[in-house]
């Protein structure tokens, strides 16, 4: 079950349920892997709807490992997330929206 007061979000991974939150080392990781400018034009583009699904993968990936998940990006290629590819946008807004929410605020 996933704690929203601790940032987390729930989402089911091939039929098993993971918990996902972005500790500092995965935001890194995920900055990294955009090539972003900054974590702030990222979640811009999602407050915005401007997201690419390769946003969407890096920010489940960072969630993932946040949530102590040990796979690689690659295995999310064939992997079925429940909701599809809506459900994962979805979560990954929520992800970010946590992340940096101010204590009490939990989105």
Do not use: H, K
Not at 31 to 36: I, M, N, S, V
Not at 44 to 58: N, Y
């Amino acid at each position: 079950m996933a704690n929203p007061y601790a940032g987390e979000v729930a989402l089911v991974l091939d039929g098993e349920g993971c918990v996902m939150r972005l500790t500092l080392g995965a935001l890194a990781e995920m900055e990294a892997a955009l090539g972003a400018d900054s974590l702030v034009d990222l979640v811009t583009r999602f407050e915005e709807g401007r997201f690419s699904s390769r946003d969407v993968l890096a920010v489940i990936v960072a969630g993932l490992r946040g949530g102590g998940w040990e796979g690689q990006p690659s295995d999310l290629l064939t992997a079925e997330i429940e909701g599809g590819p809506v459900a994962a946008a979805r979560a990954a807004a929520q992800l970010l929206a946590r992340a940096f929410a101010l204590p009490g605020e939990a989105g």
